[in-house]
């Protein structure tokens, strides 16, 4: 192998290497993040009123009438021609399943996305019950170090030791902010950390196969609704809790509706801007955003349902957390 050949396989492996490492965020990536921001606090606050302020006990049908609520939109939309469900607008109708879309292949190949989302929606929502709105962002800020975790496993993808040292700080802060809650519930506790499991497959598995589908943000939430509606459908009936939301007491009352249809729009935005922020950043990007927007969360939460009593050391740890969350922001911008 001469000089020349030797050269052109360095600049392959750099060139490798390079696309392993964190790239800066574009302006299109920090209008995705802001709008996931937004979204992700109001549907919090929107979910915690039906399951908590209501006391609406079937987690799941809030998880199904967000589904259905999506898929109605989106075929509206698509049968208006007002979005593509593809990143180039492939013209595929002669593979495409009638009235569905997409083809057999397509669905096939976003199955494991589908799953994933099935099992963080579902989880996610039981996690937020049995726990206090600003310990609830807490143990979800541990998120960042499971998603690190499946990103290097998935796709080998690898973080500077400012991204690693700003994870580190959010994780400390997490566990400082919680070291004197008293309402430790061992059942809620488990789900929020199976929830953060949940969420880092999830995240990752958009990266992953969001971008080798060639479906865009729409797409990949059809995809998900066609495949995990039916499932989700079937959960809630053989379960009964279609039965129990039938026999609700305040199922007639508009504040109940008002919430309801609130909580379904805003998750049919949330969900895009996941899909976006994933896709234009990274899962991990997408993870520290939701970190920084707990500073919002965690506030309404203490205003409108209460929670944790005002504790310095909480108050420390939520602040070193946020710490964190703006280095992360700052480097991710810098591209260090």
Not at 63 to 71: A, D, I, P, Y
Not at 115 to 133: D, F, N, P
Not at 214 to 219: H, P, V
Request: with cysteine; net charge positive; proline share 2%.
């Amino acid at each position: 192998m001469d000089f020349k050949d030797q050269k052109t396989l360095l600049e392959s492996k750099s060139s490798d290497d390079d696309r392993r490492v964190s790239s800066p965020m574009t302006r299109k990536g920090v209008y995705a993040a802001v709008s996931y921001m937004t979204s992700a606090v109001l549907l919090i606050m929107f979910n915690k009123a039906a399951l908590s302020s209501y006391k609406f006990p079937c987690a799941n049908v809030i998880t199904l009438f967000q589904m259905v609520c999506s898929l109605v939109l989106l075929y509206a939309l698509r049968s208006r021609n007002i979005v593509s469900f593809r990143v180039n607008n492939e013209n595929q109708s002669t593979n495409n399943i009638p009235g569905i879309f997409v083809s057999l292949k397509t669905l096939l190949t976003t199955l494991p996305l589908a799953i994933s989302y099935l099992l963080y929606m579902l989880v996610s929502m039981e996690s937020v019950r049995g726990v206090s709105v600003p310990m609830y962002t807490t143990l979800r800020r541990t998120t960042v170090a499971f998603t690190m975790l499946v990103e290097y496993v998935l796709v080998r993808q690898k973080y500077s030791r400012y991204i690693v040292g700003s994870v580190g700080i959010i994780i400390f802060g997490a566990f400082i902010a919680g070291a004197r809650d008293l309402s430790f519930d061992s059942y809620a506790y488990a789900m929020v950390f199976s929830a953060n499991i949940c969420t880092a497959i999830y995240l990752a598995s958009i990266a992953r196969i969001g971008k080798s589908s060639g479906l865009d943000s729409f797409g990949l939430m059809w995809c998900n609704g066609i495949i995990c509606t039916p499932i989700l459908l079937l959960w809630t009936w053989v379960s009964g809790d279609l039965q129990v939301t039938a026999n609700f007491s305040h199922l007639s009352s508009v504040g109940f509706q008002v919430v309801m249809l609130l909580s379904c729009v805003m998750a049919f935005f949330l969900n895009y801007a996941v899909f976006l922020n994933t896709t234009l950043n990274s899962a991990l990007t997408q993870t520290i955003c939701g970190n920084l927007k707990d500073l919002f969360t965690i506030g309404l939460g203490w205003i409108l349902f209460g929670g944790l009593p005002f504790d310095l050391l909480n108050v420390a740890g939520q602040s070193l957390g946020f710490l964190g969350s703006c280095i992360y922001a700052f480097c991710k911008i810098r591209g260090l």
